[in-house]
């Protein structure tokens, strides 16, 4: 009875979905394939070992593509398909707020469905590692984690049932959704359910975090945070046992998010992120006070930092970095620059002569492996053999930093421009792609001409 449950919550789940009859069934389940009782009888393959059953479901997951639809199909041919494609099928679940008229309805009745789905089958509740919650900026239907009784009753009974979640990602996808300012959310819903066990966090989109949601994840250890502000009150019932050591920091748009909880966590009695392990770090980076964050972050990680990948919106960018910086670990550098091009403007001058300085000062010799510079600059690229003579000092500078990295061992270095597309609006005819690297590897000539040292230039054309 349950597996007609599982897919009424299904079809209700995804707001857009087709009945059974109206999907093809999976590949093994159709005749001509290997699997089919015009081959082997359903009795004998149902005679294999579990393990072996358990390998067709995951093998239509990763090489097939299975949808919902067709796991819950799968599920339905015989029991001993079922508790593979229910791991597959509960693994994430997603609630959306409801837009529109429905007022809820719609997310109430999911909610119902789940709920009676685990009443039925407690075991279930263990396959879910995996949470999404979609928020709105309809006012009539914006604070449902916080009020719906029904929404908390159903993650107390997954809870009890053997839920253990991994992974917690809360989004609104158009405009900003406003944290209720009350604690209740906080301590009815993410730390009783959500805390203890999450080691994957991602938010987007959403203002006045509480600042207590972060110190009560022992186990967080990936953190992504996309247009986030942090609420800097921290209750005195909220006592951090065991802080977080965060491994991979992902940060865009912050609106001053990192810098104002690295001023709280320095204000507290006991730190609230402990960056001290972090190997992956993604950041946006907009002007120097952020920069100043960055390499506050970086020097905290220096001996553990792998990769380390900027967006960056400011020629300056790199002026903390040389002065504080040493990053003794780092194998990857990833940097993308908006306003980076190849005309010798002071903007493209300054960025060469601060990655030249930044590549001599702030990264060791022995350590890293990758570096790619991406140019994502509104104006088309010139031929730098045409441009003034001064600025071959800057290429001649980066020249001489890849030189000092590779120091006798294999690097890549990548760079990456992003040029209007021949025929568009702001395209030089006169220009292609094949002159352009020419041109910019004689701006690189002991590098480009070094076997260790891997110099790749690619185009982004844009229309």
Known sequence: MYLFHSYIFLSTFDPIHLLPSDRQAPRIFQRNCTLTPTLISMSRLFQLAQELLDEIVDCGVMVDKWDKEQLAICSLVHRSFTPRCQLYLFRHITLTTDSGLNNGSKRRKRIANLYSIIMHDPVIAGFISEMTIILSMARSDSQWIATDTKFLQLMELMKKSGMVLQKFYMFQEIGLFRFPESDYVLKNFL???ISPSIATLRLRRVMGIPLAFFASCPRLTHLSLDLVSISPSLPKSIVPLNIPHMTKLVWHYPNRTMASLLRIQASQDRDIIDFAHLTGFSATLYDEEEAHTISYIMRIAERSLVRLSLSIFDEEWAGPFVREVLVISLRSLYLSAGGFTLEATEGTLQFVRTLAKFLSTALPTNNIRKITIKGDGPFPVRDPI????????????????????SSGKSITFNLIIRMPRQGTTGADSALNPNDIRGALLQHLPRSASDPLIGVQIYFSLVD
């Open 191 to 193: 730390v009783p359910f």
């Open 386 to 405: 045409t441009e003034q003579a001064d600025s071959f000092d800057e290429w001649k500078a980066l020249d001489a930093a890849l030189l000092n990295i």
